[in-house]
């Protein structure tokens, strides 16, 4: 089946370290995205990628980085300099051109600072 | 810069009783609009959406959204609620592909369904 896959699904981490969440989709989609869920706020854009080898911040990249060096995976890390890491992360990819800009989601992942 | 409002954070229906959920917009262009749900703890799943057309759509699960250009809103209606309809829905406004597929979304509606 096609589709996106992210994990881990749970994650917990100590400040001041870096996490990493696994991105990887089946859907030959040329665009990735990833937002941040947080309780009454809606999703934010972190940062997404429309083609290979690059990509651009959105709303709230900062304390996040990206890689896209393969099609269907793009990761993100969150490094120590996300003040407020705690939150629902949501993967989501879309083709580039020809069509309505819908995304498909991944299942998410929820990292929790301890 | 888009924005999306979704004014009620919370919203409460009896099983069988008929849903609105409101949704307005902020675009300068023909906004593509996009109606979202989902379950606790997963993933967005499309309900339906809007870009071109007949302003009336449909949607999955029974679901319809009217695009009012007017009153630049896109409200989501159900005639008749199921239990399992309970989630949080989320509205979203986009360019399409020629903006890059960036999404705006709004901060959601959690649906309770009372049985």
């Known amino acids: 089946d096609g589709g996106i896959t992210q994990s881990p699904k749970y994650l917990f981490r100590k400040e001041g370290q870096n996490v990493t969440l696994s991105c990887e989709q089946n859907?030959?989609?040329?665009?990735m995205y990833w937002y941040r869920q947080d309780p009454g706020q809606g999703l934010r854009l972190i940062y997404y990628?429309?083609?290979?080898?690059?990509?651009q911040k959105g709303d709230i990249a900062e304390g996040y980085s990206v890689s896209r060096e393969k099609k269907e995976s793009f990761p993100l890390t969150v490094t120590s300099a996300q003040k407020n890491p705690t939150a629902f992360y949501l993967c989501?990819?879309?083709?580039?051109?020809?069509?309505?800009?819908?995304?498909?989601f991944g299942e998410g992942s929820r990292l929790t600072v301890l | 810069a888009q924005s999306v409002t979704q004014p009620d954070i919370h919203i409460t229906v009896s099983e069988g009783a008929s849903l609105e959920l409101r949704c307005n917009y902020s675009?300068?262009?023909?906004?593509?609009l996009f109606w979202y749900v989902q379950s606790p703890g997963q993933g967005l799943q499309l309900l339906l959406k809007?870009?071109?057309?007949?302003?009336l759509v449909q949607g999955i699960k029974g679901f319809e959204a009217e695009f009012k250009r007017s009153q630049s809103s896109f409200n989501l209606r159900k005639p008749s609620v199921h239990w399992s309809d309970a989630a949080e829905y989320f509205c979203?406004?986009?360019?399409?592909?020629?903006?890059?597929?960036?999404?705006?979304f709004g901060t959601g509606t959690q649906l309770k369904v009372e049985l």
């Open positions: 989501a990819s879309s083709i580039k051109t020809g069509g309505t800009g819908e995304l498909f």
């Open positions: 859907l030959n989609h040329d665009a």
């Open positions: 990628s429309q083609i290979v080898n690059d990509f």
């Open positions: 675009y300068g262009a023909t906004p593509y």
């Open positions: 809007y870009f071109s057309g007949d302003t």
């Open positions: 979203a406004v986009g360019a399409g592909t020629g903006g890059g597929n960036k999404l705006t």
